[in-house]
């Protein structure tokens, strides 16, 4: 199985920060790398999928870039409900693992 | 409006068969180019994507669990099922059914059930 690990595992802000998050896979996947939310409580929410692409509905302060191996989620101006904790996951074989997760708290 | 609901028992005994039921409403399990999932999260840990089936019937699962793991889907119930064989407490956790969306060549988790919390104890 490809191997996602994030960093940092957690992290502190404040409300309008920059956030970058950063996500490494074992090996080359191209764009295959989706971003999640999760909140306590909630079903996880899909970000950004293929890397960059933004989901319908999610703000524009949320972006992705990368491919290969490195992959980068910014938060442009962190908002009160923006924190939670992040995962990648990749999708480039059938066998979708997740990171460890990023928690971004206060 | 896609729903996806999971079911089944909150307590198994140790060694015992965990099975999930999760049931889909406002689309076809059969539908081309879709694959539904399970997905997990122990306590305090992070999501662990433990299978998969594709709308053909194909079937999809973590390396650390194959020995373990059966997903299975019913068409006529509209419905997909997971079986964990010989619990025990390390797979104590949330389990949530999802389905893998795709745009182009791009898949990715899009709907999420609520999750069930399953807990292994004697």
């Known amino acids: 199985d490809i191997q996602m690990t994030q960093s940092p595992s957690s992290l502190s802000a404040s409300v309008g920060d920059r956030v970058t998050i950063t996500c490494r896979a074992s090996?080359?996947?191209?764009?295959?790398l989706n971003w999640y939310q999760h909140k306590p409580g909630k079903a996880p929410k899909l970000l950004i999928y293929a890397a960059s692409s933004l989901q319908s509905g999610v703000p524009s302060r949320f972006s992705g870039s990368g491919s290969g191996t490195d992959f980068t989620l910014t938060i442009s101006s962190l908002q009160p409900e923006d924190f939670a904790t992040y995962y990648c996951q990749q999708s480039y074989r059938t066998s979708w693992t997740f990171g460890q997760g990023t928690k971004v708290e206060i | 409006q896609l729903q996806l609901q999971e079911s089944g028992p909150g307590l198994v005994k140790p060694s015992e068969t965990l099975s999930l039921t999760c049931t889909v409403s406002?689309?076809?399990?059969?539908?081309?180019?879709?694959?539904w999932g399970w997905i997990r999260q122990p306590p305090g840990k992070g999501l662990e994507w433990i299978g998969s089936?594709?709308?053909?019937?194909?079937?999809y699962y973590i390396s650390s669990l194959k020995s373990r793991v059966t997903v299975s889907g019913d068409t006529p119930k509209n419905q997909f099922s997971l079986q964990l064989s010989s619990v025990s407490a390390a797979d104590t956790a949330v389990y949530y059914c999802a389905r893998h969306g795709y745009s182009d060549n791009w898949y990715f988790l899009d709907y999420w059930g609520q999750g069930t919390l399953v807990t292994v104890s004697s």
């Open positions: 406002g689309a076809s399990i059969s539908s081309s180019s879709y694959y």
């Open positions: 089936i594709s709308y053909s019937g194909h079937t």
């Open positions: 090996q080359s996947i191209n764009k295959y």
